[in-house]
């Protein structure tokens, strides 16, 4: 566990062994529930689990998902580690990306990445989760701005990513 507070936790509690189960299996930070959702909550006040681990445990509870299930699920999955897709289907996602993004997105995208460099030079660690909260929002809006047959065409390319036949690189 990362803190002295976390250390020194009783590790035989069912909460405290999913935590480590938790942190064991996704290293610094679960995909789905981030750090700065966990930091927006706690300077708004709707969460009081100031450790960040107990909190994904909670938010999966009540997503109705248990956490060795969610371990057990990444462990299947491995065809979500960068290196186990090729990278001709790396460069034909971008591509696809990049082609349909409108120049609004573009521009709200590159804004957030500026935003974030200021932030790193400023060194506050609070405005730098705004920032890069901010980017991930550029993101995730122009990938909602896509229209259904890109996003189709998309699901294509990682479909025929998901086949065996397909020669892995780095490995």
Known sequence: MNSKLDANRQTS?????AMANLEAA?????????????QRE?????????????WVVH????????????????KQVLATDPLAIPRDIHKRLFARYIANLTLADAKEIFEAIEG?????????????????DREVQAVSAA?????????????GILAAAAKPSAPVVGR
Request: hydrophobic share 35%; aromatic share 8%; net charge negative.
């Open 143 to 155: 990938v909602d701005h896509m229209l259904t047959h890109d996003l189709g065409a998309i699901d």
């Open 26 to 38: 996704f290293g610094a930070e679960h995909p789905e529930y981030r750090r700065a959702e966990h």
């Open 59 to 74: 938010q999966m509870e009540a997503a109705g998902i248990s956490p060795d299930t969610a371990i057990v699920g990444t």
């Open 42 to 54: 706690i300077e708004r006040g709707d969460t009081r689990l100031w450790t960040y681990w107990e």
């Open 116 to 132: 974030c460099w200021h932030e790193q030079l400023n060194g506050n660690k609070g405005s730098q989760l705004k920032a890069q």
């Open 13 to 17: 509690s069912p909460m405290a062994a």
